[in-house]
């Protein structure tokens, strides 16, 4: 089955200082990977998404993504954090293979996000 | 183009009773997801509907039912209601079954007392 996992609960930085948030999938066959983010009490916002081709790439605010199949890693980037930034991220990976004829996302645990000024 | 949106954003209910949140798709959409998520952790896949049936469910009892209507909008239906349904209920629409890129709701917040 698969699964997602996002190693760090909670991650702090400064205003301006780089990130990377990491996600490790467990999947048997090339996956869709996602990233959502997910301001307090709210739905979820899709960043970026990874279906096939570049494995480097670009999503909204600034945000970016790297698909390393060898690693099994789909890290999330931005060169410099806002405070708007502050928040919860989620990785996913959806699935429809192995004879669903459904899609649906596993997520992971999520990281949350604190921009010190 | 419409987004997904969901009714009510909150709702308390008591041990025992049932729930009904609707879910209106994004404009174009013929699939909605619902997914669970607790506090502190990440959604989870309670199922699917497509053509107005269900079409796959994760790892939740049956008193978690569903709809889905004509015009591709949705409810989602608990009953018996426990302490651990409290939780953010949200709702997901894709364009197609198996595309697995969904668009999420703003969630319903459910209290159990």
């Known amino acids: 089955a698969q699964s997602v996992t996002q190693p760090d609960i909670h991650i702090t930085v400064s205003e301006g200082a780089s990130l990377e948030l990491r996600c490790n999938y467990s999947?048997?066959?090339?996956?869709?990977l996602f990233w959502y983010v997910q301001s307090p009490g709210q739905g979820l916002q899709l960043l970026l998404k990874?279906?096939?081709?570049?494995?480097l790439v670009q999503g909204i605010k600034g945000f970016e993504a790297e698909f390393k199949r060898s690693q099994s890693s789909f890290n999330l980037r931005k060169p410099s954090v806002h405070w708007s930034d502050a928040a919860e991220y989620f990785c996913?990976?959806?699935?429809?293979?192995?004879?669903?004829?459904?899609?649906?996302?596993?997520f992971g645990q999520g990281t949350i996000l604190t921009v010190h000024p | 183009e419409t987004g997904v949106t969901q009714s009510p954003t909150h709702l308390i209910k008591t041990r025992g009773q049932q729930v009904t949140l609707r879910c209106s798709s994004q404009?174009?959409?013929?699939?909605v997801s619902w997914y669970q998520q607790a506090l502190g952790q990440g959604p989870q896949f309670i199922f699917q509907?497509?053509?107005?049936?269900?079409?796959g469910r994760g790892n939740f009892p049956p008193r978690f039912s569903g709809l889905q209507f004509p015009n591709y909008s949705s409810e989602l239906n608990v009953n018996a209601l426990e302490l651990d349904d409290s939780a953010l209920y949200l709702c997901?629409?894709?364009?197609?079954?198996?595309?697995?890129?969904?668009?999420f709701g703003q969630g319903t917040r459910l209290t159990v007392v």
């Open positions: 997901a629409s894709s364009l197609t079954r198996i595309n697995t890129e969904a668009f």
């Open positions: 999947y048997g066959a090339t996956p869709y």
């Open positions: 990874y279906f096939s081709g570049d494995t």
């Open positions: 996913a990976v959806g699935t429809n293979a192995g004879g669903t004829s459904y899609g649906k996302l596993t």
């Open positions: 404009s174009g959409h013929n699939t």
């Open positions: 509907y497509y053509r107005e049936e269900e079409n």
